[in-house]
């Protein structure tokens, strides 16, 4: 009997895209959302986090739907298919827990239900993370993965880049579009954060799914 080897999957992050995560994830007290960009040859491996227009909450993110347009009007532009920029949905908790909220599962399954395959990750101020592959074709199916970072790659692209540079862009891009909007604890604490929840906050937030699945082939 041959057995046949198979590695295990992992999600993998550029040191510049983990620290950027990393950065957004402790700037503020909200979470932050990006969608990640996948390398040319690995879609599990993130070059880059895109951090568009969005309004978020301690508890809540989602993207504008303009910001969202622009993003694929711009990739589109530079020749980047629509498969290495919006299938890997990444989030960041602000507390310690990575568990994906009720809101959470909603948006990922609205969202990223007709794409052929989607990531979901979350990272939180603990250092956790979390993240799941889920695919959407033939009989579909669901795996966690692990988040690892290619810290191999960090010394090589310091040579060619200074570490204050990121940072500011960073911020810039962080000041530019991450609007927070206030809901109070016991708002949230009254019923288990629903779907509905999220369009009682902003209904108007929740058709940048519609641009995933035109994307989707
Ligand atoms: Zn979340």
């Known amino acids: 009997m041959i057995e046949s080897y198979r590695p295990i999957r992992k999600l993998r992050l550029a040191p510049y895209a983990w620290l950027k995560w990393q950065f957004m994830c402790h700037r503020g007290a909200t979470e932050v959302a990006g969608f990640g960009l996948s390398a040319a040859h690995d879609p599990l491996y993130l070059e880059d ?26 990739m589109v532009d530079q020749g980047v298919p629509p498969n290495r920029f919006s299938r890997v949905w990444l989030h960041s908790h602000p507390g310690s827990s990575v568990t994906p909220s009720a809101v959470d599962e909603a ?3 609205r969202v990223f239900g007709a794409c052929d ?13 979390y993240a799941r592959l889920q695919t959407n074709v033939g009989p579909g199916c669901s795996q966690e ?22 940072a500011m862009t960073w911020l810039q891009e962080y000041e530019q579009h991450v609007k ?5 604890y ?4 009254d019923e288990e954060p629903t779907e509905d929840l999220t369009d ?18």
């Open 186 to 189: 016991p708002e949230l604490l």
């Open 145 to 166: 993965l692990p988040v690892v970072v290619d810290w191999q790659a960090w010394p090589q692209h310091l040579i060619h880049s200074s570490f204050d540079s990121h």
């Open 117 to 129: 395959w989607a990531v979901m990750g979350i990272l939180s101020r603990a250092g956790n993370t």
């Open 107 to 109: 948006t990922f399954a």
């Open 49 to 74: 986090i895109l951090v568009i227009g969005q309004h978020a909450s301690p508890a809540t993110v989602a993207f504008d739907d303009v910001a969202v347009a622009d993003l694929f009007d711009q």
């Open 200 to 217: 009682t906050l902003r209904p108007d937030l929740l058709t940048w799914s519609d641009f995933l699945e035109y994307s989707s082939p």
């Open 180 to 184: 927070p909007i206030t809901i109070s």
